[in-house]
């Protein structure tokens, strides 16, 4: 109570209020405060109490003022500590006074006296902060939980022996002191904490709860903090916990079982409820509070405490929580504070005694393992049963029964064992219930977005299995009391049949799991009736086998155990008897080495793959094992009575298909391969096929497990794994195609060839050559495409071959293409899948499409295929959409259709809603990607070919969504042209272009639109012009014009109608914007690639080759005239008309005429190209576009000729009148080309003029009167003026003025070369009047242009079409020769034949008279009309164009031209008609010699070194032109190719040229001497090109000549020849010269013949040193002799005199080896012309085969060649088992000396034993056709193998890779040799031995070879080990992926030969003895190189020396290698290769 001093009413503490309180009790304390000295005070000691007592507020302001109250006492255990004392209460300040503050007594910071005074005050202060609570501030340093830890850390000083915990204590339980203990009369603390643990548990309920939660808060943390230093408080902190949580388990009311024992982390008070549910909550999680507070006691304490004399009272007051807490846990997230506390009563081995006194708590825990329990409670739970087993972790042994006996623990669970099983049960059946209602509700665990994500167990899961595999064992013990027991029969039968799915593959549960649940599940089946346990024979059967498409359990021990489970069962009652043998099978199957790790027992699994893989009556077969051969049978054995007994062993055979091991696989392959036969067998044998196949057993088996594994091996990764599964399937189909069903594939085998294997497919797909494989997909195609035009459901292959067989053999290429060479097969692999799709259903097409978008982004490196994949999936979209229309019907309508219809018609189909809702958005979102820059900038960058994938889906659906999806389409794509980034740019281009490609021609106008208005300023008008450049380049690649249009549809063909628009947008990038930015100095062009060059001229050749070549499209036809319509306008106007307006603008400047003649020419040059354009319409056409421009400018050729002026404004408007030819009745007929009837344009008539007879006299009389009016005929100055050229000069410049014009240049230049284009390429049909009517005005028009045009590019087109023109026999060719050859020659004369500017010219010149002097000729000047004036001149130049004098001109100008031209193709055309009119002058002669000398030194350097000197630089050529090019580099190959052709071409036309005048015209005999000779010293030329040319002309000489001639020099010929032949340094001039010779002595009669034999049989005869040359002549001249005169060598009998003469020269040369090799070479050659034409000449000859025989050793390639070429050809002939019997012997040196198979043999060993340099493939190829052959007669006669003593005559050298009995077997010597060469590293060599093996196994019978498999397989092995550990070490050295690639795919290819070998042996002598020898060969290699280990480590110890020299030879080996390896790559790179300059 408080007084006041008014008296006022009393106020109690509720009233006044905490705060009010608080502000008092302040007050009251800063006075108290103020005072100094308050000893003086009334009651001063009391006041100090009460200042003490107030040091542990928690308010800081008052224990603050408290402490100052104290100080001012002046205490001396206080004052030294005030200061220190401030600061722990001050702010800011006490953590750090904490630190530096220590009370220990090391310390010696307090004063032992003051110590025990102190402590008190200081643990009341501490206090105070203790309980504290939040300052208000984040941060963590000043948390309560941090400053509670640092205070207990900092109390963790104290001692506890001193009693210095004692107040500190007091101050935590004070509050629990019973009221009837007075505290102020106890000075006792240990007495107050006695009483505090005595408190009743009324007393309890007295005290606030706060109270309760703050003490037992406290209280865990003292306990964690201080831990034993608070030991002797223990009994009283856990009385008061007791009585706590007794008083708290008294308040549950029946609402209170949510709140039972709940968790103390988790606050569940609610503020809107009422305060009896708080009360309650309160309650709760107190109670949690205690538990948790025991549980902390008891764990911290248990090992040095007794607590068992509190397990009475701990049990009663648990007891009723004990038996709710099994309904608490229930989906709980948190485990309950009681089941933690019962789990740290079971971690301690003293406290689980307190179990035993009270089990209903191991029950209740036991009953918390529940479907219910979450993962927290299980992880409780399991550790409180995994406790009992190890008596709290501190037992891990096995349990035996000593331990059960002695483990209170195991006991217990042992007790409860049924129980627990039991609740494990329960939870195996609630998740596997729950994984059957997924499946059937169509969910999954994997998520529809991660395909990789698999179920997996979690740690409580697998703490399970491992608890339960422990508990499992308990049962094992007789001491369980459970065996017999039904009720845990079934209890473990269910347990059984729940754990076996943990161990499937998509559970991916570790091995330790795996071997937990086989753990389990070994100890239970002998607890289990045998039809339970047989139940799940297949699930653990199925674990033996590959999972999907992986190898599947690979552990040995696991499997192992499984293998031991099925023993297991084997073992049970009503089991079948075969399981026993079954299970024996499979432990010899999965044996493993005892010695060496993780390496098969050969020895023990090999003997059950060969049986199974025997005949079906042998033991250990499938039949055998399966019990089918058997009469036994068993009544319970259920399903597995019959063959699927045998299922484990073909699970295992399955698995071993994907061993590493060859022999193993192949072995199981085989055995596979037999089980399909003996099913097959067994199943036709049972009943028949078209029956009902369920009740055959045996094709149930392939059926439904067999065939599942090998459809999910196709999916295998490996290529060798994948092919095992390929060939069962193969076996399969081909074994069961008589059943109809569809699960055998019985209709793959049509693709099966065993008639033709190169036909197999399957064959072919498995095949090691990828070009096989692809083979077999195109075959696959064929086959698919030959019932492509049926129904689906007529498909040749079932929907099940399809989708599970086909499809995904054609999807493994894509995937697995990573190098340049598989690339051809993944296209292949694309196409099938295009031609697999077509025949798909819809659910497999859909899900094939979404699973390649879905790999999109997985597989980046593989976009391009799965790309290409997607397009031909898309390609065969075959399926009807529907859209619907999208809106409700109406209810009339809904009424009278079907819900279904309704629903098809508002939505549509499936097929459209899954495109829409999925495929079709999944493809938009793949468009544009973002590309990160290398500064970090991201830029979006076009998709080109998702978006190609798009565009073709979008042409699949109707055209109405076709056409509202593309323009947004396009857009997208023009949006990515407007990248700054110019790869991005080219990406977007190209994409444009392929999606144009793809469009009908109609959508072009789309595209050109979107172009124009997307790019339309800037930049993007550059790429405006590339893009329409690229987009119509694409488009003409597919574009495909109507053929012969009306005028209606070609007035409506969609590409010409959009030429205006493309004219309009090429006229603005050449002429407009774009073109002045490109042009002008200041704008960086380089920046914009496509600002470089003008692709608008590319666009409009293009735009000219596309469009439709119709001009007469532009005249009105009468129709149109009545109706007053104007006609269409043709492509070609649209064309042309704007150029030539520009043209004909007055103002045009130079640069615009520039690129309109440019223009012009694009346009013409695509024209030429137009196949639309035909003659009547081309000429018209041309002639109007031409004639304004020159008619009326060029003179006529008479003045009484008109040249029909007609200039009109319109090129459409001028009409061209045509001439008939002569043949044409209707000479006077007129053509309408306008519409409009028009007189002829000319009449080339004879003039009247004076009388002239024709109109060459008039037109020269003419002439001759113009020259008479222009001389001067008097004054001093008449030379000067004089002159023809004068005057006629000045009237032709007058004349052509306009001509002169540049425009108008142009605009004849394009007419021209139109004209010349088209009739240079198109046959003009002269049978046609009209056409040639056409064509006949040009010859006029085009000789004048030659005389009257000053234009050169008119002259050349003049003269070009004038070459095409004069063909064709027009009536004016023959008119005009005369004036066109004055012209042509008055060209020649002024621009110079030997020019190289006018080259052009003087070529057309050239040709126009050749075309002229062949004309027949009907001339009016003829030697008949004036005979008087004729004479020899004119005789010889009767015919010809020209005159004498014109003629010796032009032969002068000839000269010239043959020696300075560079194109020389007129010239000698020119020469040859003038030689063919045998025209005859002295300055022809003159020219033949020139002709005789250009056939040999025609060396034109200039065009050679040009084309050699610039390689170095960058140029392209285009139109034989020679450019200068800075962005790119064109090889120049062709244009020195092509040089090399000219200059052939000069020395082959002046050989012809000279032959044909030496033939023809007349010569006397001196000339024709001097001929001669000149052609034969020709051969000596220096140059080798000059050489061969003289030779070509000698040869043509020797045929052609008459014999008389020839024989009459054949002196001449022959020595010449002969010398060069041996002098000649070229190999091509030597070949030539024996050509020579053989046609010379080939014509020559035999007494010449036999003269010059005996000049070569002379040569021959050695005569020292300087004879040698000719004795080597003399060979070869021997070798000509016969193979060209055999019947002379036959006549004279001269092949023996020969054969003996070259052997002793052979034996010779061998005795004396030295370094000519040639003359031996020569001398053997001619032995092999013999061998071929006189065989008996040598056969008998046993010196010559010894020789032979030892020149296959002989070190030049060349001898050895031509060595084995005799012998290969002598052995080939004989029989191998009976050269050597009877008369055959004398046949061959083999028989009659033995020991020569022996020397043959060891010499060709010697050459396949050569290194890889010395290599030569023809030399090995031989030498294996050879050793195949001595083989089999070393078998078949061994005896001839050795010399005369019996023993070989080999030296001890050739011993070196045999043994000690090879010299008794010689085929065991040779195998060894080989074998030996094989070793040796060097790929070769060993491809060639290889080879030999294969040949032998292939070629030789069976019987030679079988006892050597063992010899052949071991370098092969040996070679396959080298090849994969270097592809091994290369990758590992090379960083780059395309090193890696080129690196594997080269070891690679060095590992097929000797796979392709090992097979070819395998198929020869069988699987069975391969396979042994094999597994053989492994064992003996293994064990070698441990005994090679062993040796090595021995040497290090006995002989260090020695072990390190070998180790630094082999690191100097190493370093060679990587030195090599180095060399090797730079060399690939060309960084050897000097580059040449350019000079």
């Known amino acids: 109570m408080v007084f006041t001093h008014n008296c006022r009413p009393l106020v109690t503490k509720e009233q006044l209020g905490r705060k009010s309180l608080q502000q008092k009790l302040s007050s009251f304390l800063k006075t108290f405060a103020a005072v100094n000295g308050p000893q003086q005070l009334f009651k001063h000691k009391l006041l100090l109490s009460i200042f003490i007592a107030y040091l542990s507020n928690p308010d800081h302001s008052i224990a603050q003022l408290s402490l100052k109250c104290v100080i001012k006492y002046k205490l001396p255990y206080i004052t030294p500590y005030s200061e220190t004392l401030e600061k722990l209460l001050a702010k800011g300040e006490f953590r750090e006074t904490l630190t530096k503050f220590d009370i220990s007594v090391e310390a010696d910071t307090i004063n032992s006296q003051h110590r025990k005074k102190l402590i008190p005050v200081l643990i009341r202060v501490l206090f105070g902060r203790l309980v504290a609570r939040g300052s208000g501030t984040k941060s963590s340093k000043d948390s309560p939980a941090a400053r509670r830890a640092a205070i207990l850390s900092f109390m963790s000083s104290l001692r506890e022996s001193e009693g210095e915990l004692d107040s500190f204590v007091y101050l935590m339980v004070r509050v629990y002191i019973p009221p009837h203990v007075n505290v102020q009369d106890c000075d006792n603390t240990k007495e107050l904490l006695d009483s505090a643990a005595e408190i009743s548990v009324e007393e309890v309920g007295n005290i606030q709860m706060q109270r309760h939660e703050g003490f037992l808060n406290l209280l865990a943390d003292v306990v964690s903090r201080l831990g034993y230093g608070i030991k002797s408080y223990v009994p009283a902190f856990l009385s008061i916990v007791l009585t706590i949580c007794d008083h708290v388990a008294l308040e549950v009311t029946p609402t209170d079982n949510d709140l039972l024992h709940g968790n103390v982390n988790e606050e569940e008070e609610q503020s809107n409820d009422v305060k009896e549910t708080v009360t309650v909550s309160r309650s709760g999680k107190i109670r949690g509070l205690c538990y948790s507070g025991l549980s902390n006691i008891l764990s911290h304490f248990a090992s040095s405490m007794d607590f068992l004399r509190y397990s009475s009272r701990m049990w009663k007051i648990l007891s009723p929580a004990i038996e709710k807490l099994s309904f608490t846990v229930v989906n709980a997230v948190r485990a309950p504070s009681l089941l933690i506390l019962l789990e740290s009563i079971s971690a301690d081995a003293k406290l689980i005694p307190f179990l035993k006194d009270y089990e209903e708590a191991v029950r209740a825990v036991y009953r918390c393992i529940s479907p219910t329990s979450r993962n927290h409670v299980m992880d409780v739970s399991l550790r409180f049963v995994d406790n009992l087993l190890t008596e709290g972790g501190s037992q891990n042994e096995e349990i035996t029964e000593s331990l059960i006996n002695s483990s209170v623990g195991i006991q217990l669970v042992q007790k409860h064992t049924r129980l627990l099983i039991a609740q494990f049960t329960s939870?195996?059946?609630?998740?596997?219930?729950?994984?059957?209602?997924?499946?059937?509700?169509?969910?999954?665990?994997?998520?529809?977005?991660?395909?990789?994500?698999?179920?997996?167990?979690?740690?409580?899961?697998?703490?399970?299995?491992?608890?339960?595999?422990?508990?499992?064992?308990?049962?094992?013990?007789?001491?369980?009391?459970?065996?017999?027991?039904?009720?845990?029969?079934?209890?473990?039968?269910?347990?059984?049949?729940?754990?076996?799915?943990?161990?499937?593959?998509?559970?991916?549960?570790?091995?330790?799991?795996?071997?937990?649940?086989?753990?389990?599940?070994?100890?239970?089946?002998?607890?289990?009736?045998?039809?339970?346990?047989?139940?799940?024979?297949?699930?653990?059967?199925?674990?033996?086998?590959?999972?999907?498409?992986?190898?599947?359990?690979?552990?040995?021990?696991?499997?192992?155990?499984?293998?031991?489970?099925?023993?297991?069962?084997?073992?049970?009652?009503?089991?079948?008897?075969?399981?026993?043998?079954?299970?024996?099978a499979l432990v010899n199957l999965s044996a493993v080495h005892t010695k060496r790790i993780d390496e098969i027992d050969f020895d023990r699994v090999l003997p059950v793959i060969n049986a199974l893989g025997g005949s079906s009556k042998e033991a250990g077969s499938w039949l055998d094992l399966s019990g089918a051969n058997k009469e036994t049978s068993c009544e319970n054995a259920g399903p597995y009575s019959g063959v699927k007994v045998i299922l484990p062993l073909i699970c295992t055979c399955f698995h071993l298909l994907h061993n590493e091991d060859g022999v193993v696989s192949r072995g199981a392959l085989k055995a596979l391969k037999i089980l399909v036969s003996t099913a097959s067998t067994q199943a036709n044998a049972v009943i028949d096929p078209n029956s009902n196949a369920n009740c055959n057993e045996w094709a149930l088996l392939i059926e439904q497990s067999f065939v599942p594994f090998v459809r999910a091996g196709l999916g295998a990764g490996n290529d060798s794994i994948r092919k095992h599964f390929i060939l069962l399937l193969a076996e399969v189909s081909r074994q069961f195609n008589r059943f109809e069903s569809p699960h055998l594939y019985g209709d793959l085998n049509k693709l099966i060839r065993d008639d033709e294997p190169d036909m197999d497919f399957f064959l072919n797909i498995t095949h090691v050559q990828i070009h096989r494989r692809g083979r077999a997909l195109a075959r696959l195609r064929k086959i698919l495409a030959s019932g492509q035009d049926s129904e689906e459901e007529n498909c040749v292959f079932s929907s099940q071959?399809?989708?599970?067989?086909?499809?995904?053999?054609?999807?493994?290429?894509?995937?697995?293409?990573?190098?340049?060479?598989?690339?051809?097969?993944?296209?292949?692999?694309?196409?099938?899948?295009?031609?697999?799709?077509?025949?798909?259903?819809?659910?497999?097409?859909?899900?094939?499409?979404?699973?390649?978008?879905?790999?999109?982004?997985?597989?980046?490196?593989?976009?391009?295929?799965?790309?290409?994949?997607?397009?031909?999936?898309?390609?065969?979209?075959?399926?009807?959409?529907?859209?619907?229309?999208?809106?409700?019907?109406?209810?009339?309508?809904?009424?009278?259709?079907?819900?279904?219809?309704?629903?098809?018609?508002?939505?549509?189909?499936?097929?459209?809603?899954?495109?829409?809702?999925?495929?079709?958005?999944?493809?938009?979102?793949?468009?544009?990607?973002?590309?990160?820059?290398?500064?970090?900038?991201?830029?979006?960058?076009?998709?080109?070919?998702?978006?190609?994938?798009?565009?073709?889906?979008?042409?699949?659906?109707?055209?109405?969504?076709?056409?509202?999806?593309?323009?947004?389409?396009?857009?997208?794509?023009?949006?990515?042209?407007?990248?700054?980034?110019?790869?991005?740019?080219?990406?977007?281009?190209?994409?444009?272009?392929?999606?144009?490609?793809?469009?009908?021609?109609?959508?072009?106008?789309?595209?050109?639109?979107?172009?124009?208005?997307?790019?339309?300023?800037?930049?993007?008008?550059?790429?405006?012009?590339?893009?329409?450049?690229?987009?119509?380049?694409?488009?003409?690649?597919?574009?495909?014009?109507?053929?012969?249009?009306?005028?209606?549809?070609?007035?409506?063909?969609?590409?010409?109608?959009?030429?205006?628009?493309?004219?309009?947008?090429?006229?603005?990038?050449?002429?407009?914007?774009?073109?002045?930015?490109?042009?002008?100095?200041?704008?960086?062009?380089?920046?914009?690639?496509?600002?470089?060059?003008?692709?608008?001229?590319?666009?409009?050749?293009?735009?000219?080759?596309?469009?439709?070549?119709?001009?007469?499209?532009?005249?009105?036809?009468?129709?149109?005239?009545?109706?007053?319509?104007?006609?269409?306008?043709?492509?070609?106007?649209?064309?042309?008309?704007?150029?030539?307006?520009?043209?004909?603008?007055?103002?045009?400047?130079?640069?615009?005429?520039?690129?309109?003649?440019?223009?012009?020419?694009?346009?013409?040059?695509?024209?030429?190209?137009?196949?639309s354009c035909s003659v009547k319409e081309l000429l018209p056409f041309v002639y109007a576009s031409t004639a304004p421009f020159i008619k009326g400018i060029v003179p006529s050729l008479t003045e009484d000729t008109d040249g029909g002026d007609s200039d009109g404004e319109d090129e459409g408007d001028v009409a061209l009148n045509v001439t008939q030819s002569k043949s044409s009745s209707q000479r006077g007929s007129k053509i309408e080309v306008t519409g409009k009837q028009v007189s002829k344009v000319a009449e080339w008539l004879p003039s009247s003029l004076k009388g002239a007879n024709s109109d060459k006299e008039a037109i020269l009389a003419r002439r001759a009167e113009r020259k008479e009016l222009h001389k001067v005929r008097d004054g001093a100055s008449a030379p000067k003026l004089t002159g023809s050229f004068r005057h006629s000069t000045v009237k032709d410049t007058g004349a052509m003025r306009v001509v002169n014009d540049a425009a108008a240049a142009c605009a004849v230049v394009t007419g021209l070369s139109l004209l010349h284009s088209f009739i240079k390429k198109t046959q003009l049909d002269l049978e046609d009047g009209m056409i040639v009517g056409m064509a006949d005005p040009f010859i006029p028009l085009l000789t004048n242009c030659t005389r009257s045009c000053s234009d050169n590019d008119v002259i050349l087109l003049a003269l070009k079409c004038l070459g095409v023109l004069l063909r064709l026999d027009l009536p004016s060719s023959t008119n005009f020769s005369k004036k066109l050859g004055e012209n042509t020659l008055l060209l020649l004369t002024t621009s110079g034949s030997g020019s190289n500017m006018s080259d052009g010219i003087v070529q057309g010149c050239f040709k126009t008279l050749i075309l002229l002097i062949n004309l027949d000729k009907t001339t009016s000047t003829s030697e008949e009309d004036h005979p008087e004036k004729a004479d020899d001149s004119e005789k010889m130049c009767k015919g010809l164009p020209l005159n004498t004098e014109q003629m010796e001109a032009l032969i002068s100008l000839l000269q010239l031209a043959v020696t300075e031209s560079i194109h020389h193709n007129p010239t000698f055309g020119l020469i040859k008609a003038i030689a063919s009119r045998r025209y005859a002058s002295a300055s022809f002669y003159d020219l033949m010699d020139v002709i005789l000398k250009l056939s040999v030194q025609s060396q034109k350097t200039t065009v050679r070194q040009v084309s050699f000197t610039i390689k170095d630089e960058r140029f392209y050529f285009k139109h034989d032109l020679l450019i200068r090019c800075s962005q790119q580099y064109v090889s120049i190959t062709h244009y020195c190719v092509h040089s090399s052709f000219s200059l052939l071409s000069v020395l082959q036309q002046s050989r012809h040229i000279f032959m044909k005048f030496l033939v023809d015209y007349p010569m006397g005999k001196q000339r024709l001497e001097k001929h001669i000779k000149q052609v034969v010293l020709n051969i000596k030329y220096d140059y080798e090109e000059g050489r061969l040319s003289a030779l070509e002309l000698l040869s043509t000489v020797i045929q052609k000549f008459p014999l008389e001639v020839l024989e009459e020099h054949t002196q001449l010929f022959f020595l010449p020849l002969v010398l060069q032949l041996v002098n000649d340094d070229s190999k091509q001039c030597r070949e030539v010269v024996s050509g020579c010779l053989s046609d010379l002595l080939g014509r020559l009669s035999a007494d010449t013949l036999q003269i010059l034999y005996d000049y070569a049989s002379r040569w021959f005869k050695p005569d020292g040193e300087a004879n040698r040359e000719l004795q080597r002549a003399a060979a070869q001249l021997f070798g000509l002799f016969v193979k060209t005169r055999p019947n002379f060598v036959k006549r004279n009998n001269l092949a023996a005199t020969l054969t003996s003469d070259i052997v002793l020269s052979v034996d010779g040369e061998l005795s004396n080896m030295t370094d000519d090799w040639e003359f031996l070479y020569f001398c053997l050659l001619c032995l092999e012309k013999l061998q071929e034409v006189f065989p008996d000449a040598l056969i008998h000859n046993d010196v010559l085969w010894k020789l032979l025989v030892k020149s296959l050793v002989h070190p030049h390639s060349w001898i050895k060649q031509?060595?084995?070429?005799?012998?290969?050809?002598?052995?080939?002939?004989?029989?191998?088992?009976?050269?050597?019997?009877?008369?055959?012997?004398?046949?061959?040196?083999?028989?009659?000396?033995?020991?020569?198979?022996?020397?043959?043999?060891?010499?060709?060993?010697?050459?396949?034993?050569?290194?890889?340099?010395?290599?030569?493939?023809?030399?090995?190829?031989?030498?294996?056709?050879?050793?195949?052959?001595?083989?089999?007669?070393?078998?078949?006669?061994?005896?001839?193998?050795?010399?005369?003593?019996?023993?070989?005559?080999?030296?001890?050298?050739?011993?070196?890779?045999?043994?000690?009995?090879?010299?008794?077997?010689?085929?065991?010597?040779?195998?060894?040799?080989?074998?030996?060469?094989?070793?040796?590293?060097?790929?070769?060599?060993?491809?060639?031995?290889?080879?030999?093996?294969?040949?032998?196994?292939?070629?030789?019978?069976?019987?030679?070879?079988?006892?050597?498999?063992?010899?052949?397989?071991?370098?092969?092995?040996?070679?396959?080990?080298?090849?994969?550990?270097?592809?091994?070490?290369?990758?590992?050295?090379?960083?780059?992926?395309?090193?890696?690639?080129?690196?594997?795919?080269?070891?690679?290819?060095?590992?097929?030969?000797?796979?392709?070998?090992?097979?070819?042996?395998?198929?020869?002598?069988?699987?069975?003895?391969?396979?042994?020898?094999?597994?053989?060969?492994?064992?003996?290699?293994?064990?070698?190189?441990?005994?090679?280990?062993?040796?090595?480590?021995?040497?290090?110890?006995?002989?260090?020396?020695?072990?390190?020299?070998?180790?630094?030879?082999?690191?100097?080996?190493?370093?060679?290698?990587?030195?090599r390896v180095v060399e090797k790559k730079k060399s690939t790179r060309g960084a050897f290769s000097k580059r040449q300059r350019f000079n």
């Open 1762 to 2019: 031509v060595s084995s070429r005799m012998v290969n050809k002598h052995v080939s002939g004989l029989d191998p088992a009976t050269f050597a019997s009877g008369d055959a012997m004398k046949n061959s040196f083999l028989a009659r000396q033995p020991g020569s198979i022996y020397e043959v043999a060891r010499n060709l060993c010697f050459q396949l034993n050569a290194s890889d340099d010395d290599q030569v493939e023809i030399l090995t190829t031989l030498a294996i056709k050879t050793l195949t052959w001595v083989i089999q007669a070393m078998h078949h006669n061994p005896e001839l193998c050795f010399g005369d003593k019996g023993n070989s005559n080999h030296d001890e050298s050739d011993d070196e890779n045999g043994d000690g009995d090879s010299n008794k077997n010689p085929v065991t010597w040779l195998m060894t040799r080989l074998a030996g060469a094989a070793k040796k590293r060097g790929d070769k060599r060993r491809a060639g031995v290889f080879k030999c093996f294969a040949a032998f196994c292939t070629l030789c019978d069976k019987s030679i070879i079988i006892p050597y498999i063992e010899i052949m397989i071991e370098p092969l092995h040996r070679a396959i080990i080298d090849a994969a550990f270097l592809a091994n070490r290369e990758s590992n050295q090379n960083n780059s992926f395309r090193n890696k690639m080129l690196n594997q795919t080269d070891e690679e290819t060095k590992s097929n030969l000797p796979k392709d070998v090992l097979e070819v042996m395998e198929e020869t002598f069988g699987t069975e003895k391969f396979l042994t020898a094999y597994a053989s060969v492994k064992v003996n290699m293994s064990q070698k190189k441990e005994k090679r280990k062993m040796e090595l480590a021995a040497e290090a110890v006995h002989d260090p020396k020695a072990f390190a020299k070998r180790k630094q030879e082999k690191q100097e080996k190493e370093k060679v290698r990587r030195k």
């Open 801 to 1171: 071959t399809l989708c599970n067989v086909l499809l995904p053999l054609a999807l493994h290429p894509i995937y697995e293409c990573t190098s340049n060479t598989s690339e051809t097969f993944a296209l292949e692999a694309i196409a099938t899948t295009g031609a697999i799709a077509k025949h798909l259903p819809w659910s497999k097409y859909q899900s094939t499409l979404w699973m390649i978008l879905m790999q999109l982004p997985r597989f980046p490196d593989q976009e391009r295929y799965l790309v290409g994949a997607l397009c031909a999936m898309i390609d065969a979209f075959h399926f009807e959409v529907i859209t619907g229309s999208g809106e409700t019907p109406d209810d009339t309508d809904a009424n009278s259709r079907s819900s279904a219809e309704v629903a098809l018609a508002t939505n549509g189909n499936g097929v459209w809603r899954a495109l829409k809702n999925r495929i079709i958005p999944k493809v938009e979102s793949y468009l544009i990607r973002d590309k990160v820059e290398k500064n970090g900038s991201t830029t979006k960058v076009l998709r080109s070919p998702i978006t190609l994938a798009l565009m073709k889906l979008l042409q699949k659906l109707p055209s109405h969504i076709f056409q509202s999806k593309l323009p947004r389409l396009l857009r997208i794509v023009c949006d990515a042209l407007r990248n700054k980034d110019s790869q991005a740019r080219d990406i977007a281009r190209n994409t444009l272009a392929n999606m144009t490609a793809s469009l009908d021609s109609k959508y072009l106008a789309d595209v050109m639109r979107e172009l124009a208005s997307t790019l339309s300023e800037g930049y993007q008008l550059h790429v405006r012009s590339a893009a329409l450049h690229s987009v119509i380049l694409a488009f003409s690649k597919v574009y495909v014009r109507p053929s012969a249009p009306s005028r209606e549809e070609a007035s409506s063909i969609s590409f010409d109608k959009c030429v205006p628009a493309l004219m309009d947008l090429i006229q603005q990038d050449i002429f407009g914007t774009a073109s002045e930015m490109k042009e002008s100095d200041g704008i960086r062009k380089r920046v914009i690639k496509e600002a470089m060059g003008n692709k608008s001229y590319d666009t409009l050749e293009i735009v000219c080759r596309l469009c439709l070549f119709m001009p007469s499209l532009a005249a009105t036809t009468p129709n149109q005239k009545k109706g007053n319509k104007i006609g269409s306008t043709s492509s070609a106007h649209s064309i042309l008309s704007p150029l030539l307006e520009r043209l004909r603008d007055p103002d045009i400047d130079n640069a615009t005429i520039g690129k309109v003649k440019q223009c012009m020419t694009r346009v013409v040059a695509g024209m030429a190209q137009n196949t």
């Open 427 to 584: 939870r195996l059946e609630h998740e596997s219930r729950d994984d059957i209602a997924l499946e059937e509700n169509g969910h999954s665990r994997i998520s529809q977005n991660n395909f990789s994500k698999q179920p997996q167990m979690n740690q409580t899961s697998t703490r399970e299995l491992a608890i339960l595999c422990r508990v499992s064992e308990l049962l094992m013990h007789p001491s369980s009391g459970e065996t017999g027991n039904n009720e845990m029969t079934g209890v473990l039968e269910s347990l059984y049949s729940l754990l076996v799915p943990f161990l499937k593959q998509d559970r991916r549960i570790n091995e330790d799991n795996q071997i937990n649940v086989l753990g389990i599940l070994g100890s239970i089946v002998s607890r289990i009736r045998g039809e339970a346990a047989l139940s799940k024979l297949q699930a653990l059967s199925n674990l033996l086998g590959p999972q999907k498409s992986k190898a599947g359990i690979t552990s040995p021990e696991i499997r192992q155990m499984i293998i031991k489970v099925i023993g297991a069962i084997a073992c049970c009652e009503g089991v079948n008897p075969a399981l026993v043998g079954i299970s024996a």
